[in-house]
């Protein structure tokens, strides 16, 4: 037996759709206005939802673009109250550290410790400075400077505080060392890279002038500390260094932004920050993790490792060398203060010679870190004696060449990587040359208790100097004396590279949402393919509906 009614069909063509009955009567009005009104609403919702994809790509192609294209500030402008703003901050991080041996003294006799324990305080703040640097640096990537270093700024605040408190050389490790240190790696790093953005040819002027901080700072602090301990105890004079490390919030607070932050041009509208996939190309992305295959860069930061093996150990160990050579303790940190006065005019000097362009920048780092090596084997020889004047004048030259040369440790790096990528070079060679820094002052320690003097400590850093200086000879195109910089060709052909491959930021972008609407994106982007006014029975396909 045959039914004999109509079978609703869509006839579709050219993406137009109309209805009609096949064969018998036709379909009430109301069931065929019902299927018209369905397949419009359903093309207008496909419509619009490929509508704002295109807008959310073309969005996100926008920001990418505008974070690319934006342009470094004409050497200066807003550019100089972020110097100022480094100025303090290094002041307050390393003019801190340097000034540490005043509390060394305090230690040892307090705790009644040998050199080489109290001697790790400054190591674990200085290596922790240095190993977080690489969070500090992706944390800017992702936020901007200015909430991270103001966050930096209280948590140094906080070790200072804590340590106030200490009843054993454990609690200074703890808040000293790693809380302290922590927060000078959120502060120090990216106020670093904040003057290097905002200037291209007077940038080693910059630096030089932003790290006058330390020199000043190494000049004026010793006294001060010694007076503060004297007057407060050392508990007291950790408090108020607490104090003064807040001055780091304001300098933050400081900081413009020059452009938009990765996490705002990395991640397209609707795309889940959540996933593994993405926060590990994120984190790859952030923290320049690629520069370790490079061996421009790993060349250079072996050389900075070994510098700081030695740099520091005459600011933890000088002033307590010159008390063991039967000096005052104002004398004793009389040296340090004039060191910091040659080292103020060293760099004043480096910057001034950087920016003429004579020599290349390598060269003159490996001039300066020479020169300071030569300086510290010939220091044991100054107070032979008790000769005060002659441990003073090679104080002196130390401090001018350490001064010449931390400037060009930084103005160094986007030669070697470019400046897109110097944020994350910064973090990661902190990081590397933390190293150095760890093993630097305890290895120096335990050379003066197994020797009884600070002898063979100030030979051994003078050593792992000019180790650092023929490890910098050894990176490509050191040789050459162009006026082109050679050692950015490897990092300008891994840029090609990278621009005619898919980086994994960009995949942040696409890749995942494309991956998902394929299927849409084969739809020609043109007009509504659907006229629901014109709706007329076109008999050429035919598909039955259930």
Request: hydrophobic letters at 45%; one cysteine or more.
């Amino acid at each position: 037996m045959v039914l004999k009614h109509s079978v609703p069909v869509i006839v579709v063509q050219s993406r137009k759709c109309s209805v009609q009955s096949s064969g018998g009567p036709s379909l009430p009005d109301s069931a065929l206005l019902s299927t018209k009104h369905s397949c419009c609403t359903t093309s207008s919702q496909l419509h619009r939802h490929r509508t704002e994809l295109a807008q959310a790509k073309n969005t996100s192609m926008a920001k990418l673009q505008a974070l690319q294209s934006q342009p470094a500030d004409p050497d200066g402008g807003w550019g100089w109250v972020v110097v100022g703003a480094l100025f303090v901050t290094s002041a307050l991080v390393f003019g801190i550290i340097r000034s540490m041996g005043v509390f060394f003294v305090e230690f040892v006799q307090y705790f009644g410790e040998g050199a080489q324990a109290v001697s790790w305080i400054t190591s674990i703040g200085l290596a922790m400075q240095q190993c977080v640097s690489p969070i500090g640096t992706a944390l800017c990537n992702g936020y901007g400077a200015r909430p991270v270093v103001m966050a930096g700024g209280c948590l140094s605040a906080l070790g200072f505080i804590l340590a106030s408190q200490a009843t054993c050389v454990t609690h200074l490790y703890l808040t000293l060392g790693i809380i302290s240190g922590s927060g000078w790696a959120l502060v120090f790093t990216p106020m670093v890279a904040s003057v290097m953005q905002y200037f291209t040819r007077k940038r080693s002027l910059a630096m030089a002038l932003g790290f006058t901080g330390v020199g000043l700072s190494s000049f004026a602090f010793s006294p001060l500390f010694q007076l503060l301990v004297e007057m407060y105890t050392w508990r007291g004079a950790l408090l108020i260094l607490g104090g003064l490390s807040l001055n780091m919030v304001a300098c933050g607070a400081l900081i413009r932004p020059l452009g938009t932050h990765k996490a705002v041009a990395a991640l397209a509208p609707g795309e889940s920050a959540c996933s593994c996939a993405s926060l590990f190309q994120r984190a790859y992305s952030y923290l320049e993790l690629s520069l370790l295959f490079q061996r421009p860069f790993l060349t250079y930061s072996l050389a900075i490792t070994f510098f700081n093996c030695g740099y520091f150990v005459p600011y933890v160990h000088l002033v307590a060398h010159s008390r063991h050579e039967g000096f005052s303790q104002y004398q004793a940190a009389f040296v340090i203060s004039a060191t910091g006065v040659t080292d103020i005019v060293g760099r004043v000097v480096s910057g001034w010679a950087s920016d003429l362009g004579r020599l290349r920048l390598p060269h003159m780092l490996v001039l300066w870190t020479g020169l300071l090596g030569l300086s510290l084997l010939v220091l044991p020889l100054g107070s032979l004696g008790g000769s005060y004047p002659g441990l003073l004048i090679i104080s002196l030259a130390y401090g001018f060449c350490a001064g010449a040369m931390t400037p060009l440790v930084f103005s160094v790096v986007p030669e070697i990587v470019g400046m897109e990528r110097m944020l994350g070079a910064l973090g990661l060679l902190q990081m590397i040359e933390s190293i150095g820094g760890l093993l630097g002052s305890p290895l120096s320690g335990l050379l003066k208790d197994l020797t009884g003097s600070y002898t063979a400590s100030f030979l051994v850093a003078g050593g792992f100097l000019l180790l650092g200086t023929m490890v910098m000879t050894t990176l490509p195109h050191f040789f050459s004396c162009t006026d082109q910089h050679p050692l950015q060709r490897h990092a300008h052909n891994y840029n090609n590279k990278q621009q005619n491959q898919q980086s994994p930021e960009s995949g942040l972008m696409t890749n995942s949402q494309s991956e998902k609407l394929n299927h849409i994106d084969t739809i020609p982007y043109s007009q509504p393919q659907l006229d629901c006014d014109s709706l007329q029975p076109e008999p050429e396909v035919y598909m039955p509906l259930n």
